[in-house]
């Protein structure tokens, strides 16, 4: 049938992400890429046309499905309700503690427009929320681990970006390996927050910012870093893009339970990323998919990856998928 059409609505490492994945997805087009600054400043590969963000609202015929590709700290929970009253929209918000606030805040105009808007896309959350809930369900007895890197966290990462008086930065959330073996061990620990991860930042300070100032601002931040142990080292601009330019991650999530006393089983869902983003994006594509379906179904309004049946993320029909993967 005729290809989906997508937009991209911010255009940063997720943005070019998502154009990387519209070419690896035959059923798909790029439309356009939709930014606040000046689209003449984007360098864009491939022949594709940037245009500002504000000329979205003349394009709401062009457009199935725009995936948002702004930060979850200060740009989806202003542009997510925005958009979702004029497209389908797929976006990875990822500040887990604001999910439910994000999810009623972009429901009511999705919902008023006859919109389909999916929150909280890519891997975490994501594939790996998918994850946590499988291991519940299928092992109630038992318990979920989560672990992360080490690797760059791109919402991290974009959190320590916003703070005034940064210039640039990045960070990389590191687990511990102590706990990561009890865990792989089959022991059970009762691990807190602190005692998961550390996260380590590389930032770049303007000029005449006050690197205390930076360094508590960023530590003391609420859902990102203040129930870490995190340090921040100050670096040259040099140093950013010579040494902190590459974005691997991964990570792995845990389900240890029992089905009997006499039985343990594991499950173990695992991610190695040499692009954070690269990946992310392909998820928040596959989810387009599903979006644009789900809006032809009249399933309107927000939802959430535990709202996808499996096989709409999958450009075969279903009676393929019955044949080929079942
Ligand atoms: N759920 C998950 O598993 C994951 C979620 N995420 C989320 O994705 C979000 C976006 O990540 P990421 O793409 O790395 O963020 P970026 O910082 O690369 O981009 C965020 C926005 O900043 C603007 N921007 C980008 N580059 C520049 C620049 N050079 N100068 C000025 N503005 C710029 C763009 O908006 P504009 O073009 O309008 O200027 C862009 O949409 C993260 O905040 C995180 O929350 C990321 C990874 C995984
Ligand atoms: N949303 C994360 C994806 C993973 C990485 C992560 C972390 O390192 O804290 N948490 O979730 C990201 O922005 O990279």
Redesign the pocket.
């Known amino acids: 049938g005729a290809s989906i059409r997508i937009g991209i ?9 998502v154009q990387a994945a519209i070419a690896k997805n035959p059923d798909m087009e790029l439309v356009g ?5 000046d689209p003449a400043a ?1 360098s864009l590969p491939g022949g594709a046309t940037a245009f500002h ?1 504000d000329e979205l609202a003349q394009h709401t015929e062009d457009i199935d499905v725009l995936v948002l ?5 200060s ?2 929970p202003e542009q997510g309700p925005a958009l979702a009253a004029m497209f389908n929209t797929v976006d ?4 887990h503690a604001k999910i439910p606030e994000h999810f009623a805040a972009v429901d009511a105009p999705a919902t008023s427009a006859g919109k389909t808007a999916l929150i ?9 929320s998918i994850n946590r809930v499988y291991g519940e369900a299928l092992l109630p007895d038992g318990e979920t681990y989560t672990f992360w890197g080490r690797g760059l ?3 991290h ?3 320590i ?1 916003r703070v005034p008086g940064v210039a640039g930065g990045v960070q990389y959330t590191i687990p511990s390996t102590e706990a990561i073996a009890k865990v792989r061990a089959g022991e059970r620990p009762t691990l807190s927050t602190r005692e998961k991860h550390v996260r380590e930042c590389f930032v770049v300070l303007e000029d005449g910012a006050d690197a205390e100032a930076v360094r508590e601002a960023i530590v003391t931040m609420e859902h990102y870093f203040d129930q870490y142990d995190t340090t921040v080292n100050f670096i040259d601009a040099a140093t950013l893009a010579s040494e902190h330019s590459s ?1 691997p991650h991964g990570g792995f999530v845990f389900r240890s339970g029992n089905t009997t006393d006499e039985h343990s089983q594991v499950i173990e869902y695992s991610l190695t990323l040499q692009s ?2 690269e990946f ?1 994006s392909s ?1 928040l594509v596959a989810y387009a998919r599903a979006v644009h379906k789900m809006n032809q179904a009249g399933q309107i309004g927000a939802k959430t990856v535990f709202d996808v049946a499996p096989g709409l993320l999958s450009p075969k029909s279903p009676e393929q998928l019955r044949a080929e993967l079942l």
């Open positions: 609505a911010g255009y940063g490492n997720l943005g070019r992400g890429v939709y930014t606040r600054r984007l963000m590709c702004g930060g979850s700290k740009d989806l990875s918000f990822d500040t909280s896309a890519g891997w975490d959350p994501g594939m790996f966290s791109q919402g990462s974009d959190a970006r974005m954070n983003p992310t998820v």
